[in-house]
């Protein structure tokens, strides 16, 4: 994931790797979507940067417990709400 500017000019982005595709597996790409994209690390990332009123150290620190934490939470709330819809799915979630 890249992130997007708090002004808004430059917008978030996930990044798929998409090189080596008959070599490459896709098991987890549905994982990766969720963990990447909404609601992991782009929701994560565009919501903390509309919040007013955080101090300084918040909106430019990284703290990979809490991001990652995050992330592998999106993952599982794919599969909480039914989107990994076949058990290879859910096995590249893991």
């Not at 994560?44 to 809490?66: C, D, E, M, N, V």
């Amino acid at each position: 994931y890249v992130q997007g500017t708090p002004d808004g000019k430059r917008p978030g982005r996930v990044v798929v790797a998409v090189s080596n595709p008959t070599k490459r597996s896709l098991i987890d790409d549905e994982a990766v979507a969720y963990h990447e994209g909404v609601p992991g690390h782009h929701m994560q990332i565009s919501i903390a940067q509309t919040l007013q009123g955080l101090p300084k150290f918040r909106l430019h620190g990284f703290y990979p417990a809490y991001a990652e934490g995050w992330a592998l939470y999106s993952e599982e709330l794919g599969k909480e709400i039914g989107f990994y819809k076949d058990p290879v799915s859910d096995y590249g979630r893991l």
